[in-house]
């Protein structure tokens, strides 16, 4: 059983697994083909146009906007990346399932590309550094690399031993097109049952699916792009990043951009009161409620070492 458990895992890896030979690709060559989907789904808001506004459909974009920001950052940042806390395989799973519904690939490919991120932070070969390749680039351009399309596994061992981790990551696409098809067919039944309320499949997908998805992308990769640009550095630390509230206001908490540089081991990003942290007041209740547990917080010699400036309310 245990030979037919580790064939599945390794026949699930090796469709899309890294090795020496990806280094040779072009860093900066766009995989055109690949990206198609994400090139689409971009244009598909224009859509808007034609499907019309409803208070049903912002709703549940907004819902669906906090809900995937927060799986981001919760799950994909600050479980998969960076193991801030602990949890059961189980609710390991549905947090994979939850952040793979906004559209950014399988949980081992993003935590992957962001452990690189820590090793090499705004040096050449970090590939979405803006100090190094722009703003565009680091913005969007380097999700639609050929070479970065691929997952290095190396860097998520700790992961990659399970499976059902490993499927999802293959058929990354698999969750995002169920949750466009609920999409559609809650927004058909309402147009049914309560026409009243000026929804239809085709508005929901738009509004719901589209634009939402689009918004979370942006939110979470102006962390790449503008929180390495924008903002000020509490904490010396070997690369350009800040903090930038507006960014922390709108990510839930992932903005204190600083503050993670400074001591990624911790789950509150926000490391004082008065920085805003959504997503670490929510872990908080998930470990009282038991659903994680662990949940590392920052050490007073960390607040205290490498300061550039002394902290507190501005």
């Known amino acids: 059983m245990r030979k037919i458990y580790q064939s599945l895992v390794q026949s699930l890896v090796s469709h899309n697994f890294y090795n020496k030979n990806i280094e040779l690709l072009p860093h900066k060559k766009i995989d055109w083909i690949r990206t198609l989907p994400f090139i689409l789904l971009n244009l598909s808001c224009l859509l808007v146009i034609w499907v019309g506004f409803s208070w049903v459909a912002l709703a549940v974009a907004v819902a669906l906007y906090f809900l995937r920001v927060f799986s981001i950052g919760a799950f994909y940042h600050r479980y998969f990346s960076h193991r801030t806390y ?9 947090f994979a399932i939850l952040g793979l519904s906004a559209a950014q690939r399988g949980p081992l490919w993003w935590a992957a590309h962001h452990r690189q991120h820590h090793i090499c932070a705004d040096k ?6 803006p100090l190094q390749h722009g703003f565009f680039w680091s913005h969007f351009g380097w999700f639609m690399s050929k070479k970065n399309y691929y997952c ?5 061992r700790d992961f ?17 097109f169920i949750l466009a098809i609920l999409l ?10 309560s026409p ?5 499949g085709w508005q929901m997908l738009v509004w719901g699916f589209s634009i ?6 942006h939110a979470t990769v102006s962390i790449n792009s503008l929180a390495h640009t924008y903002g000020k550095q509490r904490f010396h630390t070997a690369d350009n990043s800040r903090n930038n509230f507006l960014l922390a206001l709108f990510t839930l908490g992932e903005g204190w951009h600083n503050n993670h540089h400074h001591y990624p081991a911790a789950t509150r990003q926000g490391f004082f009161w008065w920085e805003i942290d959504i997503t670490y ?3 908080k209740l998930f470990e009282k409620l038991r659903i994680i547990s662990e949940v590392r917080e920052v050490p007073k010699l960390i607040l205290e070492k490498n300061i550039i400036s002394k902290p507190g309310p501005k």
């Open 184 to 193: 559609f067919l809650s927004g058909l039944l309402l147009q049914h049952v």
């Open 212 to 217: 939402s998805t689009v918004m979370v992308f």
């Open 281 to 283: 007041y929510l872990l």
């Open 196 to 200: 009243s309320l000026g929804t239809s």
């Open 160 to 176: 990659a031993k399970y499976p059902e981790l490993v499927f999802l990551d293959r058929y990354d696409g698999l969750i995002p």
């Open 86 to 94: 602990k949890t059961n395989r189980f609710c390991q799973l549905i």
């Open 124 to 129: 050449e070969t970090d590939t979405h550094s």
């Open 152 to 156: 290095n596994f190396d860097l998520v």
